[in-house]
């Protein structure tokens, strides 16, 4: 499989597509996306072909220039997932390195693109996870593999980044899944 540092961008009015001239700064694989949306993206970890990474590219909607944040993740992590509170903060989460899964979740205030590193984390090491956000509210974390498929979905409450498991989980067990969302009025 080969790693690429290619970004493609569809504009919503009408859906064509251009490919970024800048792209990637690392080609890389299974890495994570967000969004404050209006304003930039960000694309997080990976892996190259010696293990993960901890980069983080941003790149601004307005002239879709790239830069790569100084914070990076806290740990060099592929196969993780990313979610947005709009207008706040990027959270990317779980994922692995080769060896065991992260439970690790990482907070980018897009104010300054500072980096935190929730004391709560997900409630168990998961790779190959999915994730979505209700802007304003809370990210979600569902699925993936703790070393077998899991229903478990994870919520972490924007007003203070405390995490809860829900009680009623995916209806079955599954990872390399994707999710989306109707987020409220932004």
Request: proline share 0%.
């Amino acid at each position: 499989m080969a790693y690429v540092a290619t970004v493609d961008k569809f504009a919503f009015v009408d859906d064509s597509r251009t490919t970024l001239g800048t792209g990637l700064s690392t080609a890389r694989r299974h890495l994570a996306g967000a969004a404050n949306s209006g304003t930039a993206a960000y694309f997080a970890g990976g892996y190259i072909a010696s293990g993960g990474v901890a980069t983080v590219d941003k790149f601004a909607f307005s002239d879709d220039g790239r830069t790569t944040l100084g914070t990076g993740l806290s740990t060099a992590t592929g196969r993780l997932t990313g979610a947005a509170n709009s207008g706040t903060a990027a959270y990317f989460g779980g994922g692995a390195d080769g060896g065991s899964a992260f439970t690790t979740v990482d907070k980018f205030a897009f104010s300054d693109d500072g980096r935190t590193t929730l004391g709560t984390g997900l409630s168990a090491g998961t790779e190959w996870l999915a994730g979505a956000a209700d802007s304003g509210t809370a990210a979600y974390f569902g699925g993936g593999t703790t070393g077998s498929a899991v229903t478990t979905v994870d919520k972490i409450a924007f007003a203070d980044d405390s995490r809860t498991t829900l009680g009623t989980g995916l209806s079955s067990a599954r990872y390399y899944l994707a999710a989306a969302a109707n987020s409220g009025i932004l």
